[in-house]
């Protein structure tokens, strides 16, 4: 359909689409767009189009698709919010905003909308993005940070400047890894950037939504904590914090829920894209050093039966790998110092994704784990890392497993291995 948009005017546009815009110039979520600049909207999006000048536009999606809206769904708060930040800061500080709110809030459109504005005001603007469940920076199951160039729309589209392996969708049984990410990713934003947006997870409720979002306050130690809320769902994450610091703001009548299979097929989709173009490796067993597992810690010894065995530190005890599940009989033959046995079925890592990293644990790629092959020794990966595999010097387990194209293929318990 052409859209014919005068300066001012607002619409809605619902994904599936496309929009292209034939002149004039519009701006979608704080980012112009100009003549012959196309934007894809994916399935479960939502974006406002406004008119910053008389415009002509291409859509590509059906008519129910697109609303005229009566006024812009951005709040003036927003925008007064980002000047005041941008009065506030402080000369070669780093002004950090950390982002709550339930499901379905907004934090990701508010992140990205407060980014494009600050860009302009204060400088080097970085988002970072913890909910691994729901990803826009990345690949899901990482933390993904971003330090902008320009304006942006869809952050899924950029390549992210660091990441961090969770390994899951969610921080539940990871929750030193969710920290220890966040800390590792302020370290760098300290060094690159001048503001950072942090977007976090909707759970904000029960033990461990109020644990992990009380110890993200306190290692944040934010200059302004966003509250997106309905009501007061939120007020019990920050009495202890100065008035000052907390700004409310209501979520958008706008902003609606997003089913659980729109948000798999959108985490799936971001995934897809990050390992359409993977090809696959080998890495020598000797070249790596291991991290959140027991595989490759102990030192390594001969037991009948199995294709890798290793003594663990202390009282650890044993960690065998066998090509089916373990009988008693093979084990009278084993030595009674032992200790307790940790049994693992070869095969059963198929598909786990692993983070590559360097000699400084920086991560490089996310990489899929096609197999551990004791034969050769080797680890056999699947990732779109580019560079020289020479660079790789340890890889680091998660819990989430995919496919070969990135879709979702299970779980396999932390600790396995």
């Known amino acids: 359909m052409q859209l ?120 080097k603007t970085a988002i970072l993005d913890c909910d691994t469940g729901q990803s826009d920076i990345g690949c899901p199951g990482t933390l993904g940070m971003l330090l902008l160039a320009k304006p942006a729309i869809f952050l899924t589209e950029l390549e992210p400047t660091h990441m961090y392996l969770l390994g899951a969708h969610s921080p539940g049984l990871h929750f030193v890894p969710a920290l220890t990410g966040l800390v590792e990713m302020l370290r760098k934003a300290e060094k690159e950037a001048d503001a950072l947006i942090i977007d976090t997870t909707g759970w904000v409720q029960g033990d461990g939504g109020r644990a992990i979002k009380k110890a993200k306050l306190d290692m944040v130690q934010p200059d302004k904590v966003i509250l997106m809320q309905r009501g007061i769902e939120l007020e019990h994450l920050v009495r202890h914090l100065p008035a000052e610091k907390i700004v409310r703001l209501p979520v958008s009548q706008k902003a609606t829920a997003t089913s659980q299979m729109d948000r798999k097929e959108l985490r799936e989709l971001v995934s897809r894209r990050y390992f359409a173009d993977a090809r696959v490796f080998e890495i020598p067993f000797r070249q790596l050093y291991t991290d959140r597992c027991y595989f490759l810690s102990g030192n390594k010894i001969e037991l009948e039966g199995t294709l890798h065995a290793e003594k663990l530190s202390g009282w650890e005890g044993t960690l065998v790998v066998t090509s089916g599940p373990l009988m008693p009989e093979l084990m009278k033959s084993w030595p009674k110092d032992t200790g307790m046995i940790r049994n693992f079925i070869a095969g059963n890592e198929k598909g786990l994704m692993v983070a590559l990293l360097d000699a400084d644990q920086n991560m490089l790629a996310v990489a899929r784990l096609e197999e551990m092959d004791f034969l050769n020794n080797n680890f056999r990966l699947r990732s779109n890392f580019k560079g020289d595999t020479g660079k790789i010097k340890g890889i680091q387990f998660g819990s989430l497993k995919v496919t070969e194209t990135g879709n979702e293929a299970g779980f396999i318990e932390p600790g396995s291995f």
């Open 4 to 123: 014919n948009i005068k300066k001012s005017e607002f619409y809605l546009l619902n994904g599936s689409a496309t929009v292209k815009v034939d002149s004039g110039a519009i701006e979608i979520i704080g980012a112009r767009v100009n003549p012959g600049e196309q934007v894809n909207v994916p399935t479960g999006k939502k974006i406002p189009l406004l008119g910053v000048e008389d415009a002509a536009l291409t859509i590509e999606a059906p008519a129910e698709a697109l609303t005229k809206m009566e006024e812009s769904s951005i709040p003036v708060e927003w925008d007064e919010l980002a000047a005041s930040i941008a009065a506030e800061k402080k000369p070669g500080s780093l002004y950090k905003i950390l982002v709550l709110g339930e499901v379905d809030t907004g934090k990701t459109f508010f992140s990205t909308y407060l980014a494009n504005r600050l860009l302009a005001k204060v400088g």
